[in-house]
């Protein structure tokens, strides 16, 4: 989750549940 920590929180929260 280390790349997450910019503003894409939302979005790579939504691709790692894919």
Do not use: R, T
């Not at 503003?7 to 894919?18: E, G, R, S």
């Amino acid at each position: 989750w280390v790349i997450c920590q910019y503003q894409n929180f939302v979005a790579c929260f939504q691709i790692f549940l894919h």
